[in-house]
């Protein structure tokens, strides 16, 4: 790894960290040599894998639909840390069904954690960084191209990639970076249990959460410093 992939004293803050992708980005930027924070809304959870990434990181109780909550966090690290070089919007929720039995509930959840917190994490960042950070959001292959039975998720993730390519004009001449990352199926928890046939992506099978945070990492620290408004696919082929 080169000195411009490492990430050494940047503090980090990386939003539905407490596993899955999450815990996988956060410990990927940690061993890059960040400071990472750890986000969630389950306290516990997040205190656990802060614990196993090693003595610089740190957790926060983060539910990223709260706007006040989102700006007492980010003080929190800036007072803490002096700094705060990189954020990666990362929580996000699932649901499935036909669009006539989606439920007012379901489609206000998916809507305010995917994309509503994506775009109150952009603004806490833009206020705190200054003059030079990076903001990776994630997105999904289903921001690329229709989902079926997943219209509302569908919509929140074509939403992030907007959210980016707007931040990362109006930022630029900040030195702010921001960067969308669109995986495939990860194997995670959140992927579906029966879906075990994966003969529809070309590599024929999920991608392991490592392999994805690894382009997180990547689009964070200064080998990606020209990068800037861009989506990334990580889909085994699918977009192909």
Do not use: Q
Not at 100 to 115: F, G, P, Q
Not at 194 to 207: C, F, K, Q, Y
Not at 223 to 233: R, S
């Amino acid at each position: 790894m080169s000195t411009r992939d490492r990430l050494d004293d940047r503090v980090a803050l990386v939003t539905g960290a407490a596993r899955g992708l999450g815990a996988a980005v956060a410990a990927e930027l940690a061993a890059r040599g960040a400071r990472v924070v750890v986000a969630d809304s389950d306290t516990d959870a997040a205190a656990e894998t802060a614990a196993t990434l090693g003595g610089a990181a740190t957790y926060r109780c983060l539910d990223v639909r709260d706007s006040g909550r989102w700006r007492a966090v980010v003080d929190e690290i800036v007072a803490d840390e002096g700094r705060f070089d990189v954020l990666v919007n990362n929580a996000g929720v699932y649901r499935k069904g036909p669009i006539d039995e989606w439920s007012d509930e379901d489609v206000a959840l998916v809507l305010d954690v995917n994309l509503l917190g994506t775009i109150l994490g952009v603004r806490e960042a833009a206020r705190a960084m200054g003059d030079g950070g990076s903001v990776v959001n994630i997105s999904s292959t289903a921001g690329l191209a229709g989902h079926r039975d997943a219209l509302p998720y569908s919509a929140t993730k074509f939403g992030v990639r907007g959210v980016t390519r707007s931040a990362a004009l109006e930022l630029a001449g900040r030195g702010i970076r921001v960067n969308c990352v669109c995986p495939g199926p990860i194997d995670t928890p959140m992927i579906d249990a029966d879906r075990l046939d994966w003969s529809h992506l070309p590599l024929n099978r999920a991608a392991d959460p490592a392999e994805v945070a690894a382009l997180v990492a990547f689009l964070a620290s200064d080998a990606a410093g020209y990068c800037t408004g861009g989506d990334y696919a990580v889909d085994g082929g699918l977009s192909a």
